[in-house]
């Protein structure tokens, strides 16, 4: 039990953290079948199970308004922003309503109105546009938070430290959040890099970095809050380090024989979804037969996103074509 | 090597230098800073970012003047980190902003390529129309330095090739500022190409708004025996080659593309089809460069298919020398050999 005692935010968050790690991990198992059963339109897909405790901890810190750009492993964090579960089948089903018009497959969902501002196939790639971002709701004081996703892969790429040295010169609101499933496709994090530290890494960008359990979402939620409230008061970019693992290989067609089965099976042990659910329980904030209730509502919900996003034509091949460049709108001059 | 003057560097300056007076007139440079202010006077939405462009003024003096009146928020100095400043202007841009950056010289925007490429250009359709980028990145090309072959390139066809990027290529002091306004209002990433030799060429000073649409070329001259098809610091270059050429009794018409994305085509078949004739002139190297696809534009659409040949730099690392770098750019005696060439058969 929690010897301060709970809060009333202790456990509605908790059990909102579950719920959307379940969300996460159903969907993401759904759209394996599908890949299994060959409806996908895209060959390249990219699962985040193991993952969902990150997405579901940070996306929880946010407002409305706030940004988020994403990885190719995003299907977790369009999920805990609050991206359609009926636009994400439907997009990786090649469909018109998928979030980019069944144009973007898997490793590109986007949605506007909830301030996804696209999730990347480069690695890194996205982590400029959230911090571009972000130096605009600096310049504009709209208040906004911008929370780049990224892989322990990215922060190896040149661009990932010129995004972190521009954000911390211009003290901008970016929070960097390291999903690290300890492997850049084969390449182990023990070997990509000899500083493992975030604290020390991001000293070095003059900004504050912390490593957090990344299979505990109310740790990661109570870490991401403190960096969101950080850049919402101009107090500058936060590095978040957060330990994960991907229960998968890199993509399907990855059995990944370079991990140790052993590592395996430690971190399978550390299943962010089966820690969660006992600890509801053993607290007595959610019963088995509420825990259920969750895995129905969630099973249903995706039972009628699946439903209807079927029943979506497929991607125009005109649209294609037309859509190349954009046109003047209203808003411009 | 002797020099009339002694001075190299004067005499070197020769191709587009010859042909460009500096006078206290009305220039190209003063145009683009113009531009520029009046858009960020009328758009608050309007901020430049680049290295050097504030408090310096801009590494070709073309930002001068505006960090003084418009402030740090709007006149953004940044670190070295030409990726990141073409990052940030598309996150700007993606969401509200109307970012003009600089990259110095075009020799660097190789180290903004994955922005470029992967990142603006495909933002707007590959998000499903969700999201759009209008961002301009200035940036200026071409020899005339002696600065050698990491300053002195022309890449504007690597971005031609790119769907979803705008390439303009301004050679006149009198519409490049209409160029870059409607470069700034253009809903999609614009790459804005200029000429480290233009900067000084004089022009009229025209009024009010005058924009100039993106894929409008002007014909500089109207001739009938011969169309030359050029952009950017070739212009003032296949204008001279054609007084020579009108005394030998050559009329020809001089094309000024503007933009390479999109191209004129009209414009272009119009005068191919008029003339029968038809000479790419670019500084850019010959392999690759732009005035291939133009040529096999014409070949597949006209019928009969004109007589055409092409003049670019060879295929070279362009060495850091005023005088060896002449030899080897178009000028106006290799332009009225290529004519000939051309016309006679």
Redesign the interface.
Same mark, same amino acid.
Not at chain 2, 20 to 26: F, S
């Given at each position: 039990m929690n010897k301060k005692g709970s809060t009333i935010e202790g456990p509605a968050l908790a059990r909102e953290l579950f719920t959307t790690m379940v969300r996460i991990r159903r969907t993401e198992e759904r759209i394996l079948e599908f890949q299994l059963a060959g409806r996908l339109t895209t060959t390249m897909c990219h699962v985040s199970i193991g993952q969902e405790a990150v997405a579901a901890g940070v996306c929880r810190a946010l407002e409305p308004g706030d940004?988020i750009s994403s990885t190719h492993r995003g299907h977790g964090h369009y999920v805990a922003r609050g991206g359609s579960l009926h636009a994400l089948v439907a997009e990786l089903l090649g469909r018109q309503d998928?979030?980019? /018009?069944?144009?973007?497959g898997s490793m590109?969902l @986007?949605?506007?109105r909830i301030g996804h501002?696209?999730s990347?196939a #480069?690695v890194g790639?996205?982590?400029? #546009?959230?911090?571009?971002?972000? /130096?605009?709701?600096r310049?504009?004081g709209d208040g906004k938070v911008s929370v780049a996703f990224f892989g322990d892969g990215a922060i190896t790429e040149? #661009?990932f430290h010129?995004?972190a040295?521009?954000a911390a @010169?211009f003290r901008l609101p970016v929070v960097f959040v390291m999903e690290n499933n300890q492997y850049a496709m084969s390449m182990p994090w023990s070997r990509a890099v000899i500083e493992y530290g975030a604290a020390t890494r991001a000293a070095s960008y003059g900004m504050p970095g912390v490593d957090v359990d990344g299979q505990d979402p109310l740790a990661v939620h109570a870490v991401a809050r403190e960096a969101v409230e950080r850049a919402r008061s101009a107090g500058g970019p936060t590095f978040i380090g957060a330990q994960t693992y991907r229960f998968y290989g890199h993509s399907r067609a990855d059995a990944s024989p370079y991990r140790d089965p052993e590592e395996e099976t430690i971190w399978r042990e550390r299943d962010p979804l089966s820690l969660m659910q006992h600890r509801l329980e053993d607290e007595g904030i959610m019963t088995s037969a509420q825990l259920e209730e969750v895995e129905a509502a969630v099973h249903q919900e995706l039972d009628e996103a699946v439903r209807s996003a079927e029943q979506s034509p497929p991607a125009s091949l005109e649209a @294609?074509l037309r859509? @190349?460049?954009?046109?003047?709108?209203g808003s411009?001059? | 090597m002797t020099t009339t003057t002694g001075n190299v560097g004067e005499e070197a300056r020769g191709n587009v230098g010859r042909t460009v007076r500096r006078q206290r007139a009305w220039t190209f440079r003063d145009a683009l800073r113009e531009g520029l202010q009046e858009e960020m006077r009328a758009d608050p939405r309007v901020v430049l970012l680049g290295e050097d462009i504030g408090r310096y003024g801009g590494a070709y003096a073309v930002t001068r003047g505006l960090l003084e009146e418009f402030g740090p928020e709007r006149v953004i100095d940044t670190p070295m980190s030409e990726a990141m400043i073409v990052g940030a202007a598309l996150g700007m841009a993606a969401v509200g902003g109307r970012p003009v950056a600089e990259i110095m010289y075009v020799d660097f925007m190789t180290l903004a390529m994955d922005m470029f490429v992967n990142q603006a250009a495909k933002l707007h359709c590959m998000f499903g129309d969700q999201l759009s980028a209008p961002m301009v990145v200035r940036a200026q090309q071409g020899f005339g330095r002696g600065a050698g072959a990491q300053h002195s390139q022309c890449l504007e066809a690597w971005f031609t090739h790119v769907p979803g990027l705008r390439v303009v290529v301004p050679a006149s002091a009198t519409d490049v500022k209409g160029l870059l306004k409607a470069s700034i209002r253009d809903p999609n990433p614009v790459i804005f190409l200029e000429h480290k030799q233009l900067y000084g060429l004089p022009g009229e000073r025209g009024a009010g708004e005058d924009l100039i649409p993106l894929g409008s070329a002007a014909v500089r001259r109207p001739g009938s025996d011969l169309t030359i098809v050029t952009w950017s610091a070739m212009v003032p270059v296949a204008l001279e080659a054609s007084e020579t050429l009108a005394a030998d009794g050559i009329d020809t018409e001089v094309v000024d593309l503007r933009c390479l994305s999109p191209v004129d085509w009209d414009m272009v078949e119009r005068s191919a089809r008029q003339t029968g004739r038809v000479l790419v002139v670019h500084e850019a190297v010959l392999t690759g460069g732009f005035g291939g696809e133009i040529l096999a534009h014409l070949a597949e659409h006209l019928s009969p298919v004109p007589a055409m040949r092409r003049l670019a730099t060879p295929d070279v690392v362009l060495p850091a020398n005023l005088v060896l770098e002449r030899q080897l750019v178009p000028d106006a005696a290799r332009v009225v050999e290529s004519a000939r060439h051309l016309v006679e058969g």
């Amino acid at each position: 039990m929690n010897k301060k005692g709970s809060t009333i935010e202790g456990p509605a968050l908790a059990r909102e953290l579950f719920t959307t790690m379940v969300r996460i991990r159903r969907t993401e198992e759904r759209i394996l079948e599908f890949q299994l059963a060959g409806r996908l339109t895209t060959t390249m897909c990219h699962v985040s199970i193991g993952q969902e405790a990150v997405a579901a901890g940070v996306c929880r810190a946010l407002e409305p308004g706030d940004y988020i750009s994403s990885t190719h492993r995003g299907h977790g964090h369009y999920v805990a922003r609050g991206g359609s579960l009926h636009a994400l089948v439907a997009e990786l089903l090649g469909r018109q309503d998928g979030a980019c /018009m069944g144009r973007g497959g898997s490793m590109h969902l @986007v949605d506007a109105r909830i301030g996804h501002l696209g999730s990347n196939a #480069i690695v890194g790639g996205h982590v400029p #546009i959230a911090t571009g971002a972000a /130096m605009w709701s600096r310049l504009s004081g709209d208040g906004k938070v911008s929370v780049a996703f990224f892989g322990d892969g990215a922060i190896t790429e040149g #661009i990932f430290h010129e995004a972190a040295n521009f954000a911390a @010169v211009f003290r901008l609101p970016v929070v960097f959040v390291m999903e690290n499933n300890q492997y850049a496709m084969s390449m182990p994090w023990s070997r990509a890099v000899i500083e493992y530290g975030a604290a020390t890494r991001a000293a070095s960008y003059g900004m504050p970095g912390v490593d957090v359990d990344g299979q505990d979402p109310l740790a990661v939620h109570a870490v991401a809050r403190e960096a969101v409230e950080r850049a919402r008061s101009a107090g500058g970019p936060t590095f978040i380090g957060a330990q994960t693992y991907r229960f998968y290989g890199h993509s399907r067609a990855d059995a990944s024989p370079y991990r140790d089965p052993e590592e395996e099976t430690i971190w399978r042990e550390r299943d962010p979804l089966s820690l969660m659910q006992h600890r509801l329980e053993d607290e007595g904030i959610m019963t088995s037969a509420q825990l259920e209730e969750v895995e129905a509502a969630v099973h249903q919900e995706l039972d009628e996103a699946v439903r209807s996003a079927e029943q979506s034509p497929p991607a125009s091949l005109e649209a @294609v074509l037309r859509d @190349v460049y954009a046109a003047a709108k209203g808003s411009d001059r | 090597m002797t020099t009339t003057t002694g001075n190299v560097g004067e005499e070197a300056r020769g191709n587009v230098g010859r042909t460009v007076r500096r006078q206290r007139a009305w220039t190209f440079r003063d145009a683009l800073r113009e531009g520029l202010q009046e858009e960020m006077r009328a758009d608050p939405r309007v901020v430049l970012l680049g290295e050097d462009i504030g408090r310096y003024g801009g590494a070709y003096a073309v930002t001068r003047g505006l960090l003084e009146e418009f402030g740090p928020e709007r006149v953004i100095d940044t670190p070295m980190s030409e990726a990141m400043i073409v990052g940030a202007a598309l996150g700007m841009a993606a969401v509200g902003g109307r970012p003009v950056a600089e990259i110095m010289y075009v020799d660097f925007m190789t180290l903004a390529m994955d922005m470029f490429v992967n990142q603006a250009a495909k933002l707007h359709c590959m998000f499903g129309d969700q999201l759009s980028a209008p961002m301009v990145v200035r940036a200026q090309q071409g020899f005339g330095r002696g600065a050698g072959a990491q300053h002195s390139q022309c890449l504007e066809a690597w971005f031609t090739h790119v769907p979803g990027l705008r390439v303009v290529v301004p050679a006149s002091a009198t519409d490049v500022k209409g160029l870059l306004k409607a470069s700034i209002r253009d809903p999609n990433p614009v790459i804005f190409l200029e000429h480290k030799q233009l900067y000084g060429l004089p022009g009229e000073r025209g009024a009010g708004e005058d924009l100039i649409p993106l894929g409008s070329a002007a014909v500089r001259r109207p001739g009938s025996d011969l169309t030359i098809v050029t952009w950017s610091a070739m212009v003032p270059v296949a204008l001279e080659a054609s007084e020579t050429l009108a005394a030998d009794g050559i009329d020809t018409e001089v094309v000024d593309l503007r933009c390479l994305s999109p191209v004129d085509w009209d414009m272009v078949e119009r005068s191919a089809r008029q003339t029968g004739r038809v000479l790419v002139v670019h500084e850019a190297v010959l392999t690759g460069g732009f005035g291939g696809e133009i040529l096999a534009h014409l070949a597949e659409h006209l019928s009969p298919v004109p007589a055409m040949r092409r003049l670019a730099t060879p295929d070279v690392v362009l060495p850091a020398n005023l005088v060896l770098e002449r030899q080897l750019v178009p000028d106006a005696a290799r332009v009225v050999e290529s004519a000939r060439h051309l016309v006679e058969g």
